[in-house]
T-cell receptor, first 111, second 112 residues
Framework: ETGVTQTPRHLVMGMTNKKSLKCEQH?????MYWYKQSAKKPLELMFV???????ENNSVPSRFSPECPNSSHLFLHLHTLQPEDSALYLC??????????FGPGTRLTVT | AQSVTQPDIHITVSEGASLELRCNYS??????LFWYVQSPGQGLQLLLK??????LVQGIKGFEAEFKRSQSSFNLRKPSVHWSDAAEYFC??????????FGTGTRLQVFP
């Protein structure tokens, strides 16, 4: 499999649930990213990992917890989310200073 | 502060017509610029990029973009639009080596 994959593609969760989003890149990149895409808002960078080290946390609430066990895998752990967290969550990867390649996204609905 | 502006929220064109999507950026140094396309329910696909050199860059699907430093612009063009080009288009600038700033996007509608 090539490119950037994300699972699940769709997720519905209650506000008290705990769930995780998974991202995997098969491109040999060293950096991975989480973005949030809400309706009528620009894409928001959430987290950046470079060589497994977190280099950016863009003032994201603690109910979102990222994990990067290696340069190919990235997780976003979710707990006690709010309805306004419903959005498309996109993962991307790149080489340093290179173009970013995006996965298909996970459509999250918080009920 | 770095920013990207896409002044057109929604553009409608007829199939076969030419297309130009506008993008203006604010960035202190030499910018790395990108155009991405997103179909409904999908992730973003890279159309083209500008890092340096020739200011007219060619991309996939017949798209091209021209970097104009004097106007802080990076407009996307296509000479003849196909119905399959209907999607949302995002311009972005890279800063600090790994952070993309996106514009708010332009939704393209194509009429037969």
């Amino acid at each position: 499999e090539t490119g950037v994959t994300q699972t699940p593609r769709h997720l519905v969760m209650g506000m008290t649930n705990k769930k995780s989003l998974k991202c995997e890149q098969h491109l040999g990149h060293n950096a991975m990213y989480w973005y949030k895409q809400s309706a009528k808002k620009p894409l928001e960078l959430m987290f950046v990992y470079n060589f497994k080290e977190q280099t950016e946390n863009n003032s994201v609430p603690s109910r979102f917890s990222p994990e990067c066990p290696n340069s190919s895998h990235l997780f976003l752990h979710l707990h006690t989310l709010q309805p306004e967290d419903s959005a498309l969550y996109l993962c991307a990867s790149s080489r340093t200073s290179g173009e970013q390649y995006f996965g298909p996204g996970t459509r999250l609905t918080v009920t | 502060a770095q920013s990207v502006t896409q002044p057109d929220i929604h553009i409608t064109v007829s199939e076969g017509a030419s297309l130009e999507l506008r993008c203006n950026y604010s960035y202190g140094a030499t910018p790395y610029l990108f155009w991405y396309v997103q179909s409904p329910g999908q992730g973003l696909q890279l159309l083209l990029k500008y890092f340096s050199g020739d200011t007219l860059v060619q991309g996939i699907k017949g798209f091209e973009a021209e970097f104009k430093r004097s106007q802080s612009s990076f407009n996307l063009r296509k000479p003849s639009v196909h119905w399959s080009d209907a999607a949302e288009y995002f311009c972005a600038v890279l800063y600090n080596t790994d952070k993309l700033i996106f514009g708010t996007g332009t939704r393209l509608q194509v009429f037969p």
